[in-house]
Structure formats: C-alpha cells, structure tokens
C-alpha cells in the first residue's frame, strides 16, 4: 500500500465522500487510513466512469489485501500499547474483512448492474468511515501516552523484557538497541541509501535471530514450535512490506521505526516470547 513520504499530511485523512477520518497520531496508521480511502476512491472512479466489471475486480481485491494489511498491522500496534479492548477490536475488523468480502465476491461472481456498481465505493467508503470513526478513535490516548520523549531512547530496556534466557534476551536487547540507534539517527536526518543500509542490517539480525529463537523453542516447547515459526513468518512478511515502502520512498524510515517497528518489536517480546518461553524454563 503507497503512502505519501513522512505519512499523512495533517487534514489529507479525508474519505472520499468528504467525511473528516479522525487521525490517531500515529503518522503509520494515518497514512494507511488515508491509502484506505484513496483506494476507495480509484473504486469510485472506475465504478463512475463505466468500467467492466473485470476492471473494477482488481481494485476490490487490491483493497481487501490492503484492508487485511492494515487491520493486522494496527492489532499489533493497540496490543502492544496494552490497550484492553484490542480483542473486541480485532473482531470488529474481522466483520469488517467478513463484509468487504462478501461485497467483493458479489461484484466478481454475480451480473451486477451498472446502478449497483454505483453504490459499491459509497458503502466501503461509509463502512470503513464508521469502523474508523467508532473504533479507532479508542487507542488515540495510549498512543499519546507512548509517545517518545525528544532525544530518549525509542524503547527503554527493563525486566519486564526478559524472558529469562540470556542468549535470547541478549538479541531482544539487540533488536531494540538497533531501533533506538535508527530512530535516533533517523530524527537527525538519514539520506535514503544509509536508511536502507540500516533497515537491511536489522532485518539480518531479525531474521538471525528468528532461526535461533525457533531451535529454542522447538528444543523447550516442542508442541508451540510450528506456532511460533507460523508467528515468526508473518512478522518478517510485515517487515517486507515496511522495507518496500521505504525502499519506495513512500513511507519514512522515522515513522516506521517510531510508530510501527517499535511495536512490532514490543508485541514479538511481550505478547509472544514471554508468554511462551517464560513458563518454559
Ligand atoms: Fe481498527
Ligand atoms: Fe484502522
Ligand atoms: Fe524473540
Ligand atoms: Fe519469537
């Protein structure tokens, strides 16, 4: 998904029916509500000018993945802010994957007429309105609060990271070190070429680390490995697709580390490692 460089201007959240998308003030999150509702709108255009219904499918279906992106991206992101309802806010997107769905496969296997083509961007456009207007306001204060203070560390290193197992803890203490440096070094100002150099670093030391992690937990917890390695593949999918974007030029490399990588990283260690590794030892 293409985002503008730096994230969302302030006010450019708009969807394409002129409701105002309320921003969260996390730059990462308001740049794909705002990829959301341009999407929408190619939809309304090719849906307005008469396009067959052969043109229009593909749009749908760029948007559901878009749409599935987003939703596990921003489930991360309010489960490692600790936000309590982050379970009751994944089902809502779990309706909202379940409606878009069926709306799509209806446009792509049902002759729908050309008045129905109509209305199909105006609902997805009044769906996704509602979810973001009803729902995403909810995590607006934890983000404040988790805020990075100028010139502090992105992540401060403390026991509640650890799980006990020094090899592990050691490249979790890593990992987030390398962020700190990345943030820092970003907010300083990074030419493109050495924000690559850097998230290229990162990603071998994720990836080192991933495969140490999964002999740990195959050795330890044998019956949660294939789990654990399913998890592990999702979040080096998800890094892919930040390194594109940044590759690309479309997404910051300081918006990504400070208001998304920070809380891939946090959910990796808080929400799956110690949970597992924790009682295991
Ligand atoms: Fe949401
Ligand atoms: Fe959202
Ligand atoms: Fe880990
Ligand atoms: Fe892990």
Redesign the pocket.
Known sequence: MKTPPNGTPQGEAMNVDHHPVPETGNRFIDGTHAALVRRIGQIRERCDGGAPREQIAPVLDALTADLHAHFACEELIIRALGHDGWEEHAEQHELLNTQVGRLVAYVRECDVSRDFLSTVAGTLDTVLCRHETRYDGSYAALLKAAAPGAGRDLIAWGAEHETGIPTIDQQHRGLVGMLNDLHRAAAAGLAPADALRRVDGLRDHVHAH?GM?EGVVRAMAPGRFLQ?RA??AVMAQQFEGIRAEIADGTLDVGVAVRDFLRFWLMD?ILG??RPLLCGAH
């Open positions: 991933f992690e654990h998890h592990h990796h799956c490692d």
